[in-house]
Structure formats: C-alpha cells, structure tokens
C-alpha cells in the first residue's frame, strides 16, 4: 500500500538508508538499482560457501533453480541440499512440478523434525507454509534466478529497520556484492612478446606477511622462448616469486635473481592449455610445483623467510623492480586465465580439484572470479569460446 494519500505531496526520495521509499513505485526502482548495481546477473553462479536465507515464513518468498537438462523424461533422480531450522513448523524443503503433476517429488519436513519424501501425492498437508520451491521443468537453459515476486512489491518497507533488513537480506542473496570482476569463461591474451603489454593483479590482503602461498593458474603458449608467467615483487627483493619457464623447464626464483629452482619432466605441451600450481612454506622452506595435475619433487628456498609488505603482482612480465624493469626477451606471449592466490598451501587434493575445475576454494589473495586488475599495452580480454571446457 501506497504509504502517500491524495492531499500529501509525496516526498522526494534520495534512495539512501536515511529515506525510506515512501511509495510502490520508488520501491521498486530501488530494488531494480539495487540489483543492477550488486552486478548480479542470471547466469549461473558458484554459489559454495553461500547460503541462501528465508527469514521468515511467507508463501512469497522463493528461489526458483533451473535446471540444466530441461528435456525431462526421468527415470530416477537424486536431491541433495543442505538446510538449517529452528521453526516448529512443517517446512517444504524442496518442490519439483511437472504439467503431469505438481509433486514431482514435494520433499516436506514435519514439525516433528521427521523428513518426509512424497512423490505425486495429490497435495501438501495443509496449513504448511511453502518456503522454498524449486525447479519446474520446461524452463529456460541452466542458471539460478531470484525471481521478483509479484506480491513482494505489494507491502512497502514501513520503518528504517525494517528497510536496513531487507537491504541487508538482499546484499545476502545477491552475494555479488564486490568491486573485483568475475573474470569467469574469460582470459587474458597476450597477442605478442613485448616489454610494454602486461596486467596488474591488485591482491585483496594488500598488506602481506606472508609465510606460505599457493599460486595457481591456467596458461597456454605458442612457442619455448622464455616466458614470465607470474611476477610477484615487493621492496624488499622483486622475486617473491618469480615463476618462469624456459624451454622444456619451469624455473622458480624465490629471493634470488640467479640459479633458480628448475623443474623438469612436467607437461609442456604447446598450443594447450595447462593448469600450473606453485606452492610454499617457509616453516620448510618446501618449494613444489604442480602442472595438469603433476606434482614435481620438492625443493628448498627462502626457509624460515616471509614475502613483508604490499605485493606487486604482474602477469606478462618479469620485474627487475617493483612495477618495472621489465625485459621483452621476458615476457609472455599467450593466454592465461583462472589465476588464484591464496596465503597458505592448499592440499595435493585441493590443488587436483582446482585442475579439474571441480569447487575448489577460491583464492583469498587473488581470485579470479573478483578480480581487481588493470591491463597495459595490446592485452586483450577475450571471452572464452562456447567450445572451452568451464574449468575456472
Ligand atoms: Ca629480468
């Protein structure tokens, strides 16, 4: 209900948590800017380490899913979800309707914690409400939709706090909420060697004191010249690290600008992506390198050491100083992606799902999917092809 009457003027709304929208219509426009602005879009989305709130019981609030075949003719399916509730009540926990029927199955909680599977059952037990309802066949291509709902729109938002709480639950939802890009099914590509193309990862921990890291990401090239393929510098020394390859070898520098760490026998295929994973521990010292899955033996550098202050981290060159120094003889030509920092040695298991693409933990130094970065020179952003396998 429209909160102004005829005889008031209606007031001018400023959109900010001090105003509360006054009408329908101004509710709506900032909801709409709220999710234009959250950059939340309806392709699908890692949702891992996210849940997805129902804070109260309504028969108008609901995520529809959609499913990825939506060819039907099924012979036998499996649902899993995770949920959490303390409401004494009955609990629809999952609702999948055909034209056939609409308990395709209806997966409901008793109020006596005892879940309950029906499958075409002709109706819920009544007086439930239905707070969660999934995936009706027939629908558009995969992805997860948070779907305005008619009615929500009907009731305005009557206090500040009541305000603050839907924007707070909404920002939650939305879970896109973050200044980096999502560099998903993209990559950079590095059309030529040269000393003046090169991109700058800006690290979400800007202040380091790093003892371990685990540096991962995706490369491809087109020849066996020597290639920078990660530069991370600081002012106390430009190589912390530096990871390089040479020929058929990678090489690591760790605080040296000589005799590098070398690594033989891992795949270096050319004109193929790789998927390339360094980590460290100062507590040993213990250098390892992984590429598409094969872990190299371990080698020493930099033992009982820390990487101090801000981070400089460059993709396509190899610094000789903090953002510079740079050697066209150097650097890269060719395509990386999927690049992830993280401050401590992810697990050999970790490390085979990030080679598989299969819900890794994302990097919380560097993650490729809230990515601040900026690109010099002819580096090209290109969206990947359909014909890629999504892996990032
Ligand atoms: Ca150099």
């Not at 709506?28 to 890692?46: M, P, R």
């Not at 036998?76 to 199955?105: E, W």
């Not at 600081?234 to 040479?246: D, V, Y």
Request: one cysteine or more; a neutral charge.
């Amino acid at each position: 209900m429209p909160l102004v009457t005829k005889n008031q003027e209606p007031q001018q709304t400023s959109y900010s948590f001090k105003t509360v929208p006054q009408t329908l219509e101004e509710m709506e426009k900032l909801l709409v800017l709220l999710v234009l602005i959250a950059g939340c879009n309806l392709q699908a989305q890692e949702l891992s380490g996210k849940v997805v709130v129902f804070p109260k019981r309504s028969y108008t609030d609901y995520v529809t899913l959609k499913p990825e075949k939506t060819d039907g003719g099924l012979k036998a399916m499996t649902v899993c979800l995770r949920y959490i509730s303390d409401d004494k009540y009955g609990q629809t926990l999952f609702s999948m309707a055909t034209s056939g029927h609409h308990n395709t199955p209806l997966l409901y909680k008793y109020a006596d914690s005892l879940t309950v599977i029906i499958i075409i059952k002709a109706d819920a037990p009544k007086n439930h409400s239905s707070s969660f309802r999934v995936a009706e066949q027939n629908l558009p291509k995969h992805g997860l939709e948070k779907r305005q709902n008619p009615h929500f729109f009907k009731t305005v938002p009557q206090t500040l706090g009541e305000m603050e709480k839907l924007l707070v639950l909404l920002v939650l939802i939305a879970g896109c909420y973050s200044q980096g890009q999502d560099l998903h099914f993209k990559m950079f590509t590095f059309p030529k060697k040269s000393a003046s193309d090169y991109v700058i990862l800006k690290p979400t921990n800007a202040e380091g004191h790093l003892k371990a890291m685990t540096i991962c990401l995706r490369f491809g090239i087109g020849d066996h010249s020597e290639q920078a393929l990660f530069s991370m510098a600081t002012s106390a020394h430009h190589n912390t690290p530096l990871l390089f390859k040479r020929g058929n070898r990678y090489e690591v520098y760790m605080r040296v600008t000589e005799n590098p760490l070398l690594f033989y026998g891992l795949p270096n295929e050319l004109n193929k992506w790789h998927s390339y994973c360094f980590t460290w521990d100062s507590v040993t010292g213990l250098v390892q390198l992984w590429v598409d899955g094969v872990g190299s033996t371990k080698q020493m550098a930099h033992k009982s050491g820390s990487v101090e202050g801000s981070p400089s981290i460059i993709l396509g060159q190899d610094q000789d100083k903090v953002g510079g120094g740079f050697d066209e003889s150097e650097s890269f030509a060719g395509h990386i992606r999927g690049v992830h920092v993280w401050d401590y040695v992810i697990s050999d298991c970790e490390i085979q799902h990030y080679t598989s693409g299969s819900g890794f933990k994302h990097g919380n130094v560097i993650n490729w999917k809230n990515l601040n970065y900026e690109s010099y020179g002819d580096v090209v952003i290109e969206k990947m092809s359909g014909c890629h396998p999504s892996l990032d």
